[in-house]
């Protein structure tokens, strides 16, 4: 799995991206990033959801209460 640190390294390079001009980018360039963008985007949230999951579990109400 990827490790957090790199996480944060992909997100500081896509904001370092959005300082570029995406005006010099032809049309097909254009739908090439937003179609890796979607991709990227989706398999963010697919892990968002699977790490979501994995914190709920030690929060189960049939595991009692610790304290």
Same mark, same amino acid.
């Given at each position: ?14 904001? !370092?991206?959005?300082?570029s001009?995406?005006a010099?980018? %032809?049309?097909?360039? @254009?739908l ?6 979607e991709? @990227?985007g989706?398999?963010?949230r697919? @892990?968002?959801?699977?790490?979501s !999951?994995?914190?709920g579990?030690?929060?189960? %109400?049939e595991? !009692?209460?610790?304290?």
């Amino acid at each position: 799995m990827i490790s957090a640190a790199r996480l944060h390294e992909i997100a500081a390079e896509i904001r !370092g991206d959005q300082r570029s001009s995406l005006a010099d980018l %032809t049309d097909d360039e @254009l739908l090439e990033m937003l179609a890796a963008h979607e991709v @990227l985007g989706r398999a963010a949230r697919a @892990l968002q959801g699977r790490l979501s !999951g994995e914190v709920g579990v030690p929060s189960r %109400t049939e595991l !009692g209460n610790e304290a």
